[in-house]
């Protein structure tokens, strides 16, 4: 504790190189400790000066790497493990981490209190390792070689996973995985999704003309946004597609006039593209889904894969439809579902579904529970 009595705090996060969803806990978290320095293996200054202006931001050793090796710090994996260690966290008497593969494993003395926020066990070790190998097209020696690392990645965060004196999960679907491959319980909080809907409420409740169909998404094969885009070819309906990512260039040679890729997006012109879309396409397995509940603040229906986090958000008949299988053919089924009952979804029903998703919701019980297990 400091001279007054206080407890002091550091948030911990993976990685402040883009803005999504876990960043927007981040700075959720942020808000309610305004104060707290925030450790970080590699940051992006453009995100931070954008995202978290006048922020306290402390950065591990990777960040004086050469700017060539930081563009492609996925490349890095190998040291992560050993860069999130690394972090001296011994002034502070409570660290709250958030989560996705690497801030849960740090290093804290006896008398801290580590209380993490999980978003997702590590995917690409554990439930999703052998499409991630497929992905990587890695094969022979080298395949053998990242099997390897996967192995040692499994066995660390196994480890890592039991440093935290809590842990929080953002859905019952990651409650469940914590539970699998960490043998571990944990508390649901769900993440503050509505930021979009509060910040605009005028756009929320205008009265637009819906035209479009719309898929918001990083574009990475992980996404199966390729998908989307041949049922669409087929379906001929317009598609507008936000996002950037590695897939972007292929991606667009696969569509069809109808699909217009819109790139990033600002908060404003985001808000205007839910309000004015017909339906949201979301394809991709999500261990909670802040897309989906975006869309439907602005009383957007959802056309979703059934699996994962998005079957706490989206009820089929009511405020969207569920597909089984993410292909082409499966999803194109799925919005034509959507077309059947286009307009018995209940635009006042939806966003009073979506109401457990927001901000201030997030910020008491988190504080809550900090309290309380402090």
């Known amino acids: 504790m400091n001279q007054s009595g206080h407890k002091k705090i550091a948030l911990v996060h993976d990685f402040l190189v883009s803005y999504g969803g876990a960043e927007r806990v981040l700075q959720a978290m942020a808000e309610l400790y305004p104060e707290a320095p925030i450790y970080t293996l590699v940051a992006d200054p453009s ?55 690497w801030s849960k494993g740090i290093v804290t003395r006896l008398n801290t209190k580590h209380i993490a926020y999980v978003h997702s066990p590590m995917r690409y070790a554990w439930d999703y390792h052998e499409a991630y190998l497929r992905e990587l097209g890695m094969r022979g020696r080298l395949g053998l070689c990242v099997r390897m690392l996967m192995s040692y990645l499994r066995v660390w965060d196994r480890q890592a996973a039991e440093r935290p004196d809590e842990m929080i999960a953002n859905s019952d679907f990651t409650r469940e995985r914590i539970r699998k491959y960490y043998r571990r319980e944990s508390t649901v909080i769900y993440p503050p999704a509505l930021s979009l809907a509060e910040q605009f409420p005028m756009i929320r409740d205008s009265a637009v003309e819906r035209k479009h169909f719309l898929v918001v998404s990083r574009l990475t094969s992980f996404k ?17 597609i936000v996002g950037v990512g590695p897939e972007q260039e292929r991606l667009k040679k696969m569509a069809q006039k109808n699909i217009v ?74 919005v034509k579902r959507f077309l059947a009952h286009e307009g018995s979804y209940d635009k006042i029903s939806m ?11 997030f910020a008491d019980e988190l504080k809550k529970f900090i309290e309380e297990h402090s």
């Open 47 to 101: 995100v931070v000066a954008e995202h978290f202006p006048g922020r306290d931001i402390r950065t591990s050793w990777l960040s004086r790497l050469p700017n060539c090796i930081k563009k492609r710090y996925r490349f890095l994996l190998p040291f992560f493990p050993v860069a999130v260690e690394t972090f001296d966290l011994r002034d502070f008497d409570r660290v709250i981490s958030s989560s996705g593969a």
């Open 224 to 240: 199966k946004i390729d998908a989307v885009i041949e049922a669409f070819n087929k379906l001929g309906f317009p598609l507008i």
């Open 261 to 334: 890729f819109a790139g990033f997006v600002a908060d404003n012109e985001l808000a205007k593209l839910y309000s004015g879309a017909r339906a949201l396409v979301f394809p991709s397995e999500e261990d909670f889904g802040m897309v989906a509940v975006e869309a439907l603040s602005f009383s957007t229906p959802v056309i979703a894969f059934e699996y994962g986090g998005i079957r706490e958000i989206v009820s089929p008949g009511k405020d969207g439809e569920l597909f089984h299988a993410v292909t082409p053919e499966i999803i194109a089924e799925g």
């Open 351 to 361: 966003q009073r579904s979506v109401e457990r998703f927001g901000h201030q919701r």
